[in-house]
């Protein structure tokens, strides 16, 4: 089965969670980005208006991911939701093969991915990890183990 692991990550967290999920099933993580500057407090404030608000914005993935058999992605969750990249992203691919995984700090999981879904449409599967605490090495292993 053909897959393909892609991220967006503003801080540099969703990063390392994909760059680890990678090298554990041997493949080379996508990055996706976009066309806006979230650095500092601004840039902050500013997501959580975008994320709430459905605003748009304009995406590049930075690799080749078209023809894919299922697509995992790690995404921050931003005011409890979708971050902007992301959800633009998810309009390229068939979502019933998306795979999921959002870092958090402490946001209601469940509630996050009912919302990605109302947005979106029904994932594939989506699984929480929360990142900076000691069981993100564990989350981490028990979501590379589900696609071995």
């Known amino acids: 089965m053909n897959k ?35 650095d500092g407090i601004f840039g902050y ?26 697509y995992i992605i790690v995404s921050p969750l931003w005011a409890g939701g979708p971050a902007p990249t992301v959800r633009e992203f998810l309009k390229q691919v068939p979502i019933n093969k998306v795979n999921l995984v959002l870092t958090c700090k402490g946001s209601d999981i469940k509630s996050a991915l009912t919302k990605y879904e109302n947005k979106v449409g029904k994932l594939k599967a989506g699984f929480g990890i929360v990142e900076r605490l000691k069981d993100e090495d564990k989350r981490v292993e028990e979501i590379i183990q589900l696609f071995k």
């Open 4 to 38: 393909v692991i892609l991220f967006f990550s503003r801080t540099g967290n969703s990063k390392r969670v994909a760059t680890k999920i990678a090298d554990g099933l041997g493949l080379k993580p996508i990055e996706i980005t976009d066309d806006k500057n979230w």
């Open 45 to 70: 404030l500013k997501g959580g208006y975008y994320a709430s608000t459905n605003k748009s914005v304009n995406i590049k993935v930075n690799g080749d991911y078209k023809g894919a058999d299922e």
